[in-house]
């Protein structure tokens, strides 16, 4: 079984930063994407941003350039680093990692129970 946990939210004002981590345990297999998704109140679940184990990165087009996500392959944890925040960007942050199916593996998927940021103005 994968479990995540987080930790690193909060309430913070308009314009501060807040570091969320999210540590991974449990069968992981080592080509994996991790990800933090938000949830706005009242809203779908969006990607904020993904990393692969070969450190490819994605990001949502409403946060290139404030937030950066890095990971370290040897705790399976990831990290978002988020600067410049928005009232917008309030919502609860989920870590995920995924994985695809290979020759004796089946795909996995994980969520961990996440973390509430707000940000005020």
């Known amino acids: 079984q994968v479990q995540l946990v987080e930790s690193g939210g909060g309430l913070v004002q308009a314009g501060g930063s807040l570091r969320l981590s999210c540590a991974a345990s449990?069968?992981?297999?080592?080509?994996?994407?991790m990800g933090w998704y938000r949830q706005p109140p009242g809203k779908q679940r969006e990607l904020v941003a993904s990393?692969?184990?070969?450190?490819?990165?994605n990001y949502a087009d409403s946060v290139k350039d404030r937030f950066t996500i890095s990971r370290d392959n040897a705790r399976n944890t990831v990290f978002l680093q988020m600067n410049s925040l928005k009232p917008e960007d309030t919502a609860v942050y989920y870590c995920?990692?995924?994985?695809?199916?290979?020759?004796?593996?089946?795909?996995?998927?994980?969520w961990g129970q996440g973390t509430q940021v707000t940000v005020s103005s």
């Open positions: 990393i692969t184990s070969g450190g490819t990165t």
């Open positions: 449990g069968s992981i297999a080592s080509d994996n994407a």
């Open positions: 995920n990692v995924v994985w695809g199916s290979r020759r004796g593996r089946p795909r996995g998927e994980y």
